[in-house]
């Protein structure tokens, strides 16, 4: 995934930790190309026609036509600037805190809608229609607690998984009490220091019993340890010695 | 000539217009996009496409000029 380090919408917390951002499917994007390269046809002919029949024109004709041709592609080329950006940055982000939904409709109408993860009531997914099925996008539809209307995700891939996975978030976040979920950094952080503990330890351990094999007592005991046990392979064990095996 | 010239001062106007749409865009794609995604891509792509363009079409215009 991308890097997500910056801030993605202005309300978002310090520690607060993205886990999801949806954007809706390519699919959905698509009529935008089409359209783009269906205005290109006349461009084509009318370039066609100033090569083959330019010269029988007259010079403010053949600039005319030059200087339309220019600005049907500069609109054109506009007009896919302002389908990209109303698709590129509408997006829906989950977070271990909340749902935010933000709708980006051309270049003047942005909207952030938000929604607490303990609202979340259910979450229900369809796919619907011949193309998504075989794309594989559809609607999430998120029921939320109280008055406020259900929050929707439109046209997003994989609807199925991304409802598992919000009301995966969702459970974690009231098995915590509502506050903030562990996001797997924190997980791997506790793991590291456990592990750098237990590798103390496992030193310490190591430390004392080379102490204990290099003491001359140590060496007495295993000494006479490993003269029972060959006594006790012959059967010579001596009176009163205690075996330690 | 003085045709020419009209036709010429309303591409320039065209071209205004378009510089001041653009910039909307771009700044929309710049302020919102995020780190690593297609946004900073798109804004090269386009300014690429559109200076090409208007250039060759200024040259075009010269051209037929002189």
């Not at chain 1, 309300?11 to 190309?33: G, M, T």
């Not at chain 1, 290109?40 to 030059?66: C, D, H, K, M, N």
């Not at chain 1, 976040?173 to 997980?187: A, F, M």
């Not at chain 1, 000494?223 to 330690?244: A, F, P, Q, Y």
């Amino acid at each position: 995934m991308k890097n997500l380090e910056d801030k993605l919408f202005p309300s978002q917390e310090k520690e607060e930790k993205v886990f999801l951002l949806i954007r809706k499917h390519w699919f959905n994007y698509v009529p935008f190309v089409l359209i783009g390269l269906f205005m290109l046809i006349p461009v084509a002919l009318a370039a066609y026609y100033l090569i083959f029949y330019g010269q029988s024109l007259g010079l403010e004709v053949r600039l005319t036509i030059i200087m339309l041709v220019s600005a049907y592609l500069l609109t054109t080329l506009g007009l896919q600037l302002y389908g990209f950006v109303s698709y590129y940055l509408d997006v829906y982000i989950v977070t271990d805190r909340r749902i935010v939904d933000i709708e980006q409709a051309g270049f003047f109408h942005r909207q952030i809608s938000e929604l607490h993860l303990r609202q979340v009531q259910d979450v229900n997914a369809k796919i619907n229609g011949i193309f998504p099925t075989l794309l594989h996008y559809g609607d999430v539809i998120i029921q939320t607690a109280g008055e406020r209307e259900n929050f929707q995700f439109f046209s997003i891939p994989n609807p199925y998984l991304i409802s598992k996975r919000i009301i995966n978030l969702h459970e974690h976040h009231l098995e915590n009490g509502g506050e903030q979920t562990p996001c797997d950094n924190t997980k791997y952080e506790q793991i590291e220091e456990e592990a750098k503990n237990l590798l103390k330890k496992n030193k310490f351990i190591d430390k004392v019993r080379g102490q204990v094999f290099e003491s001359e007592e140590s060496k007495k005991i295993f000494g006479e340890l490993s003269k029972n046990k060959e006594n006790l392979k012959t059967g010579e064990l001596k009176e009163g010695t205690e075996v330690i095996l | 000539m003085n045709t020419i010239l009209i036709i010429i001062s309303i591409y320039l106007c065209f071209i205004a217009a378009y510089l001041i749409f653009s910039i909307a865009g771009i700044y929309h794609l710049w302020r919102f996009g995020y780190s690593g995604d297609l946004s900073k891509l798109a804004i090269l792509a386009y300014s690429i496409f559109s200076i090409a363009i208007i250039v060759s079409t200024l040259s075009l215009v010269f051209l037929n000029l002189v």
